[in-house]
């Protein structure tokens, strides 16, 4: 079961209706709204929705805020009301300077609080570097009534004889490490050619000598 999620809602649609809005305000950003509602199979439920949010950004960095209301129609008949409010944030660390390096870093947060007082707060920081050959993120989540939290690494390298990443997950009640590679190898009368994943068909030429 998926914390935070109804098990009913991983069951199968029987109707859904979904609407959104949005209007442009120029420099002062934009506004939508959204209301959704859906209906499932297996019993009498029905999850309807809604939220409006509002985005904008300053001086490169962007920010949002988001309040949404939802209510469950449980086989009781009862629609007990759902209602959170998030804020987002995302920094370019290119504000901070013009080094190639922050160019493509950038640090978010996001904070989300609802009505029965939980308080999740999840950060993250990404980025590349090597002309976009490495990549990174790390990011941790909190929350204030036992919620898990989680703390994630991850790092990848794209190269011209092939790639691989690799990353570390923790929580309070798990840890992971994982890593992967992928490339190609090709064997042929000249040797060994190493090179990134190739398709189903592939072709080694040779051409010795030089161009005049």
Do not use: C
């Not at 980025?127 to 009534?145: E, F, I, P, V």
């Not at 990353?167 to 994982?178: T, V």
């Amino acid at each position: 079961m998926q914390e935070g999620v109804s098990p009913w809602s991983l069951q199968r649609r029987r109707n859904s209706f979904q609407t959104q809005l949005s209007q442009q305000l120029g420099d002062w950003g934009t506004m939508y709204f959204r209301a959704s509602r859906d209906d499932y199979w297996g019993g009498e439920r029905t999850l309807t929705g809604m939220s409006l949010g509002y985005s904008n950004s300053l001086k490169g960095v962007s920010y949002g805020v988001n309040y949404n209301i939802d209510r469950t129609k449980d086989a009781n008949g009862n629609w007990p009301e759902n209602r959170q409010i998030s804020f987002n944030v995302s920094v370019p660390f290119s504000i901070f300077g013009y080094s190639r390096n922050l160019q493509s870093m950038y640090a978010t947060t996001t904070l989300t609080h609802d009505n029965t007082g939980r308080t999740l707060s999840q950060t993250g920081l990404s980025g590349n570097t090597m002309d976009g050959k490495l990549s990174y993120s790390a990011s941790q989540s909190w929350g204030n009534q036992g919620q898990i939290s989680n703390t994630n690494l991850n790092t990848g390298y794209q190269g011209s004889k092939g790639s691989i990443s690799g990353g570390y997950s923790y929580s309070s009640d798990m840890q992971a490490i994982n890593m992967s590679a992928s490339g190609g190898v090709m064997v042929h009368s000249g040797g060994i050619t190493l090179s990134r994943a190739m398709g189903d068909s592939v072709a080694l030429v040779s051409a010795p000598g030089r161009l005049a």
